[in-house]
Every structure is written in structure tokens, then in C-alpha cells.
């Protein structure tokens, strides 16, 4: 495998994290009565997917790497619909109440989120189930990743952190966004997600580089690698200045016509796009 082949599996990673992101932000955007059409078309391509994950993890080939890869990344990306759509999040849909201690806060955070949690995990052992002992486990270990760092996230997110990103949930979701912290200083929790996170990216770029012994795996390694750098990436984007939705700020835009429940237009995403 040579260095044009490693750049070009970082370049795919690179742009199917943005592209399915970008995919589910304008979806989830759009009015509520396109979401059944829009996640029975999720759900087709989900099950196609975890077909594909089933099919590649047969054999070992730098093709088969990247459709494992892929269809891991769609089956994600279709619970990720679930879950900002509103299908499946939690029994509570509540705003945090204000004077509940740190326990309380956390068991109220852990209800408005756990049944997409449940099934992230679910999918995830069906995935191990369907695969275990196949030769090739690019696509479990991909949302195995996926979840991982994702789980990071959202601690970190309830922790505290500068940006939490609560405008960039759709209007229905909005309560979500009570149980994040905002603070000016970085946690300990995030300076050892992010050391955590940085060594097992460290490790795979060095298996990339060192230790894949054949081109499927020097392929898998990389995929994997430029995930980890992303999730990474991602992960300073809570703590930094810098505004991430800038990334997607084209398909964003359909939120401008998304309604309230009570029929307003959702004011605060718009004016937040207009000054993008």
C-alpha cells in the first residue's frame, strides 16, 4: 500500500463523516412530516448495510475494508436519525429543573437519552454477534469506534465544556440541551478523554505505518486512524473558539423553514445562519 493509497482511505474517511453528517443535519431539519419517509429510507439502506458489514466481513481485501467501513458508518448514521428526529431518545422529554443535585441531574440526563443509548449498544453486540470470528472486523471495530468516542462526547457534554453545540439541535430536541454545561475552563474529565483518545489514535496511525502486515489491513488501520484523528478533531471543537457548523452551514439552512410545535418559526437557528 503506498502513500497515495493511505491518503486517499483518509480522504474517504474524511469526506463520509462529513457528508453523512451533513446528510442527517439537513434531514432532521427539514418538516416533521418528511420524517417517516426520510427514516424509512434510513432503514432500508441500515438493513442493506448490516448485510454488507456481514458480506465483507468474509474476506479480507482493501475493497471489503471499505465497504465494511461504509455500511458501519450508515448503520450509525441511521440511529443517529433516530435519535434527532425524535423516534427514539428516551421516556423523558423534559427541560432540566432548576436546583436538582449532581445525581439527580445525571439519572434525568440518563432517562431523555437512554432507549437511543440501549439500541446504540444493541446494534453494536448484534453487529459483534453477526461477524465474530470472520476475518475481517473492520466494520464491528468502526462502530465500535464510533460509539466509543461518541459516548466521550456526550460526557463531556454534561460535564461542561466552552461549546456545546445545543443550537444545533432541532427544535423538537431542544430539551436536550438543559442538561449540557457551559464552562470557560477545560475539565479533567476532557483533558483524559482527549489523552485517552489521542494515544489509541497514536496507536493505529503507528499500526498504519508499522505494524499492518498486508494491504487489507494497512486499508482497515487507515480508515480506522482517520476516524480516531476526526473524533479527535471533534472533540477540541467542544473547548476551542473555532464554530463547527460553519462545515455544514449549506445544509443547515433547512431549518429556516422548520415550525415549532406551536407553529413559530424556530427564530434562534435562523438567526444563528444568517450569521454564518
Known amino acids: 500500500m503506498t502513500v497515495i493509497d493511505i491518503v486517499c482511505a483518509a480522504t474517504y474517511t474524511l469526506f463520509v463523516w462529513w457528508f453523512c453528517t451533513g446528510v442527517i443535519f439537513y434531514l432532521d431539519g427539514l ?3 418528511t420524517y417517516w419517509t426520510s427514516i424509512g429510507v434510513a432503514t432500508f439502506v441500515a438493513t442493506c ?6 458480506a465483507a466481513s468474509r474476506t479480507q481485501t482493501a475493497a471489503t475494508a471499505y465497504v465494511a467501513f461504509t455500511c458501519a458508518v450508515l448503520i450509525w448514521g441511521w440511529q443517529e436519525m ?3 428526529m425524535g423516534i427514539l431518545a428516551g421516556p423523558s422529554k423534559a427541560e432540566l429543573p432548576g436546583g436538582v443535585t449532581e445525581q439527580t441531574r445525571f439519572k434525568l440526563a440518563a432517562r431523555a437519552v437512554i432507549h437511543h443509548e440501549l439500541a446504540l449498544f444493541s446494534v453494536g453486540v448484534l453487529l459483534l454477534v453477526l461477524t ?3 476475518p475481517n472486523q473492520v466494520g464491528s471495530a468502526t462502530y465500535a469506534l464510533l460509539w466509543l468516542m461518541r459516548l466521550s462526547a456526550k460526557l463531556n457534554l454534561f460535564v461542561g465544556v466552552r461549546n456545546t453545540y445545543a443550537h444545533l439541535l432541532p427544535a423538537h430536541m431542544a430539551y436536550l440541551g438543559s442538561f449540557f454545561r457551559q464552562r470557560s475552563t477545560v475539565s479533567t474529565f476532557f483533558f483524559c478523554s482527549i489523552v485517552f483518545a489521542a494515544t489509541l489514535t497514536a496507536a493505529l ?3 498504519v505505518a508499522v505494524g499492518a502486515s498486508s494491504v487489507f489491513t494497512q486499508t482497515g ?4 486512524a482517520a476516524l480516531m ?3 479527535v478533531i471533534e472533540h477540541f471543537f467542544l473547548v476551542l473558539p473555532i464554530p463547527m457548523e460553519r462545515l455544514w452551514s449549506a445544509v443547515l439552512s433547512s431549518r429556516n423553514t422548520k415550525q415549532q410545535p406551536d407553529g413559530r418559526a424556530d427564530r434562534a437557528n435562523v438567526e444563528l445562519l444568517q450569521r454564518l
Open 49 to 54: 448495510a448490516i448485510i454488507g458489514v456481514i
Open 205 to 207: 496511525w503507528w499500526w
Open 82 to 84: 433516530l435519535f434527532l
Open 132 to 134: 465474530w470470528g470472520a
Open 221 to 224: 488501520a487507515t480508515l480506522l
Open 31 to 33: 418538516p416533521k412530516r
Open 229 to 231: 484523528s476526526l473524533a
